[in-house]
Each structure stands twice: as structure tokens, then as C-alpha cells.
Nanobody, 113 residues
Framework: QVQLVESGGGLVQAGGSLRLSCAASGRTVSSYAMGWFRQAPGKEREFVAQ????????SYADSVKGRFTISRDNAKNTVYLQMNNLKPEDTAVYYC??????WGQGTQVTVSS
């Protein structure tokens, strides 16, 4: 079993930055595909970013490309999502996953205009 705990969410003004963290426990996740999804009120959960394997191949949703960066620290068993130039439409609960099998509880990100 893998347990995931997200942190780093909060309230920020448009144009600001936040860094989300996802700490894994129970297993080493360095070889897992790790990533982030988000869900805004009344909308379906959507893909945000993913990082695969120890080589760290990344992919992003078009809506966040150039603004968000996903990274991992295998020594800390942790994945990060650096979010810059945030927009009100980025407001959502952000969920971390491991292999899209294990999920965290989510962390709220609210961007005010």
C-alpha cells in the first residue's frame, strides 16, 4: 500500500505562485508514475501533470504548460508541483496519485482575481 499526503495549497492572488508537495509512505515510489489531477466545483477531475520513472519524463495539460513544473525528490519519496502565474481558473482541489492507483486526500488551491 502507498499512502499519499498533499500539502502546500492555499489562497493566492492571480499571478502568484504556490508549490504543492505530495509525500509518499508505505513504499518507495521512485519507479512509479506520479502526478497531479485537479477538480473544480461542478467539474470532472482533470489531468494536470505527470512524471514517470526515475528518469523523470514529464507531461502537462495544455492549460498549465509553461506555468507549472512537476518534479520529484526520490530521496524524500516526494513529488512537487510548482505553480507559477496562477489564474482564477486554476482554482480547484488538487490530488496527487501514484500509478493512478493510489490517491491523496487533496489540497485546496484558490486563486483570487
Amino acid at each position: 500500500q502507498v499512502q499519499l499526503v498533499e500539502s502546500g495549497g492555499g489562497l493566492v492572488q492571480a499571478g502568484g505562485s504556490l508549490r504543492l508537495s505530495c509525500a509518499a509512505s508505505g513504499r518507495t515510489v521512485s519507479s512509479y508514475a506520479m502526478g497531479w489531477f485537479r477538480q473544480a466545483p461542478g467539474k470532472e477531475r482533470e489531468f494536470v501533470a505527470q512524471i514517470i520513472g526515475s528518469a523523470g519524463s514529464t507531461s502537462y495539460a495544455d492549460s498549465v504548460k509553461g506555468r507549472f513544473t512537476i518534479s520529484r525528490d526520490n530521496a524524500k519519496n516526494t513529488v512537487y508541483l510548482q505553480m507559477n502565474n496562477l489564474k482564477p481558473e486554476d482554482t480547484a482541489v488538487y490530488y496527487c496519485h501514484a500509478n493512478r492507483r493510489y490517491w491523496g486526500q487533496g489540497t485546496q488551491v484558490t486563486v483570487s482575481s
